[in-house]
């Protein structure tokens, strides 16, 4: 695992999302990380559309991965708690 990466889901989801979402199985491309975009830029999904949602996230962090969008991801993830804007 590391810092920032696609969230690994539970195998049981992986199935179900993989067999619903095209290029779902993409995330798998790259190890898994503790901070992800989607953890920043969208609110929880519990349904298919906010799985894609969070999945085109994904791709663009595998698309464009490099140390300075690592280090934007971690900053963007840590703010509410310096802030105090997150809940």
Partial sequence: M???GPRPERPEFVELLARDICFYGL???VRPGAHRVAQVRYPYAASVEGAMEKL???LFYIKHRSFA???FIML???RPSFTRSGS
């Fill in 2 to 4: 590391s810092l920032v």
């Fill in 27 to 29: 995330r798998h491309t």
């Fill in 56 to 58: 085109q996230y994904d």
């Fill in 69 to 71: 969008l690592d280090l």
């Fill in 76 to 78: 963007e993830t840590l």
